[in-house]
């Protein structure tokens, strides 16, 4: 069955980084396209990230453009988010999601999500 | 970007009773829709892909309908693990939005 555990979640300070893994099982990692979503404690999701299938296209949401890097080893079938110059506003439980194939678009597979925390 | 707006907030229903929760967006998404389903301290799990189509091993009474700005989601008859929060999330546009929410509680 389809698994994505993420990990690397934790809490840290102000300006700092942090990078989070997802493994991915269960199926042909490397001919999906991956993304990370976000929700804040007590709020709703947010997209943050995407990459395709190859890693030959991201993308990223305006808030942490710059900071955030996405990317992705099909070897090891993990995808990786780095967070750079972290602030209090990142904080938020952080999913690893499987993109459906086109021509059906949707998030079909949902880890467990990592806990950041950003914090003094 | 697209602004998805879900209403209502907050469904109060009992078990057995329909629910329909609607979600329309501030531009057109085609027919780019998804809907998910959210339970306390539980990764959201995807219901409704293209606007109607159930994802695997959804059950029947998960229905999704609309196009273009307007869609609603309906839960036929209301089962105990039904009460949750529901988001809606478009593709179309750049970048992916989600709703804010549709929290169905128990009445």
């Known amino acids: 069955q389809v698994q994505l555990v993420e990990s690397g979640g934790g809490v840290v300070q102000p300006g700092r980084s942090l990078t989070l893994s997802c493994v991915a099982s269960g199926f042909s990692f490397s001919r999906y396209g991956m993304q990370w979503v976000r929700q804040p404690p007590g709020k709703g999701l947010e997209w943050v990230s995407l990459i395709w299938f190859d890693g030959s296209d991201r993308n990223y949401a305006d808030s942490v453009k710059g900071r955030f890097t996405i990317s992705r080893d099909n070897s090891k079938n993990t995808l990786y988010l780095q967070m750079n110059n972290l602030r209090v506003e990142d904080t938020a439980v952080y999913y690893c999601v499987r993109d459906m194939i086109a021509p059906n678009y949707g998030f079909d597979y949902w880890g467990q999500g990592a806990l950041v925390t950003v914090s003094s | 970007e697209i602004v998805l707006t879900q209403s209502p907030a907050t469904l109060s229903l009992s078990p057995g009773e329909r629910a329909t929760l609607s979600c329309r967006a501030s531009q057109s998404v085609r027919g780019l829709l998804a809907w998910y389903q959210q339970r306390p301290g539980q990764a959201p799990r995807l219901l409704i892909y293209d606007a109607s189509t159930r994802a695997t091993g959804i059950p029947a009474r998960f229905s999704g309908s609309g196009s273009g700005t307007d869609f609603t989601l309906t839960i036929s008859s209301l089962e105990p693990e039904d009460f949750a929060i529901y988001y809606c999330?478009?593709?179309?546009?750049?970048?992916?939005?989600f709703g804010g929410g549709t929290k169905v509680e128990i009445k």
């Open positions: 999330h478009q593709r179309s546009n750049w970048p992916d939005t």
